[in-house]
């Protein structure tokens, strides 16, 4: 088992910046893939981006892409998405998850957290 617990969302004004942090712990024999998802009220859950083991690999949502960047430290288990110029329509409780999987990108994954949720003002 994994456990993933996401913090560093929050309200802030269109055009700003939040970092989010997703630290894991449990199962680390496992090189797991890392993946940030959102989902607004009344639509989809959406991929956002994602990161493999190493770091070396990263793939967007083109919706995102230019605007977020996704890192991670395995010292520190820590997965982290940095957000600039946000925009009103990224508003959505952001999910962290793990998958072990070599594919980095959108689809099935393993352990999820609960969330943080971002808030975009205009």
């Known amino acids: 088992q994994v456990q993933l617990v996401e913090s560093g969302g929050g309200l802030v004004q269109a055009g700003g910046s939040l970092r989010l942090s997703c630290a894991a712990s449990?199962?680390?024999?496992?090189?797991?893939?890392m993946g940030w998802f959102r989902q607004a009220p009344g639509k989809d859950r959406e991929f956002v981006a994602a990161?493999?083991?190493?770091?070396?690999?990263?793939y967007y949502a083109d919706s995102v892409k230019g605007r977020f960047t996704i890192s991670r430290d395995n010292a520190k288990n820590t997965v982290y998405l940095q957000m600039n110029s946000l925009k009103p329509e990224d508003t959505a409780p952001y999910y962290c998850?793990?998958?072990?999987?070599?594919?980095?990108?959108?689809?099935?994954?393993?352990?999820w957290g609960q969330g943080t949720q971002v808030t975009v003002s205009s």
């Open positions: 990161i493999s083991w190493s770091g070396s690999i990263t």
């Open positions: 449990g199962r680390s024999d496992s090189r797991y893939v």
């Open positions: 998850a793990a998958r072990r999987a070599v594919v980095v990108g959108p689809g099935m994954y393993d352990y």
